[in-house]
């Protein structure tokens, strides 16, 4: 009987981001095949130093963690089955369905550009210039970042707001069951308007020291999502960084076949004839 690889990753408390649940299912998963030690450190800025220092094998992470946070010696030796990239609004009613003037929060510029695109007669504003108009501003300022999902919830309950526009993960920390709706890429209903997400989100991130036999891990892996990270990064890293908040990316890999397919359905003549 072949003896298993022994793996510590190491873990954090969700970040809203979804990384936190991947992760774990992907060891559930894979447990016929590695013997998993989990170890959760405080918050990812003590589990990078954990790894850095030799303490754990391998530490899930979003994109932007990578992005933003200092990794000296760590390297990406594979990323996770990509989630869902697209936002959600949190709402009774579909985008085209929402009353007029209807009050929507998002704090997304991107994303405020999109659903203005769609209904411009909507109320959309970013949640700090919300909770001032309610006369609320002192109280948001005082919470927590993870909490503000919360608060808002709660006052959509309440009528106060009709809706809110956040990331897939973080409408899956709500403390209750909210109603939502995909701004999706509609690319089955090219008729419809589609929201581009803003970049690197939906990613899963193993990262291990340097010189750690990454193919160990491929079979939790994802080729096509890892080309589509490393495409994302270098795609904005070459887009000045004053466009950032209003750039939308996508990148996936596809089969020439799922192509083909679309722009039939689509009658992109453009694409059928190349």
Not at 212 to 230: E, K, L, T, W
Request: with cysteine.
């Amino acid at each position: 009987m072949t003896e298993k690889v022994r793996l510590e990753v190491l873990t954090t408390p969700s970040n809203g981001d979804g990384v936190r649940r991947q992760i774990e299912k992907t060891i559930e998963t894979n447990r016929t095949h590695f013997d998993f030690i989990m170890k959760q450190v405080p918050h990812m800025e003590s589990a990078i130093q954990n790894l850095q220092g030799g303490h754990g094998d391998l530490l899930a992470m979003s994109a932007h963690q990578w992005k933003d946070l200092s990794h000296e010696g760590l390297t990406v030796v594979g990323v996770l089955p990509r989630r869902e990239p697209t936002w959600v609004l949190v709402s009774e009613d579909k985008p085209e369905y929402l009353q007029s003037k209807a009050i929507v929060v998002c704090d997304s510029v991107l994303l405020r550009r999109q659903m203005r695109r769609l209904r411009s007669d909507l109320t959309l504003m970013d949640s700090h210039s919300f909770a001032e108009s309610i006369a609320k501003g002192e109280a948001y300022a005082a919470l927590a970042p993870e909490d503000r999902p919360h608060w808002l919830e709660e006052l959509r309950q309440e009528e106060v707001l009709d809706g809110y526009i956040v990331a897939r993960g973080v409408h899956a920390e709500l403390k209750f069951k909210a109603r939502r709706h995909t701004l999706g890429l509609q690319r089955e209903n090219p008729e419809r308007t589609h929201f581009i997400p803003p970049p690197l989100h939906g990613f899963s991130l193993l990262v291990a020291r340097n010189g750690f036999p990454s193919a160990s891990v491929q079979m939790m892996c994802d080729n096509g999502a890892y080309i589509a990270h490393r495409m994302e990064v270098a795609f904005l890293a070459s887009i000045p960084e004053a466009l950032h908040p209003i750039t939308g990316i996508f990148v996936e890999q596809r089969k020439i076949a799922a192509i083909l397919r679309e722009a039939n359905r689509s009658h992109d003549e453009q694409t059928l004839e190349g």
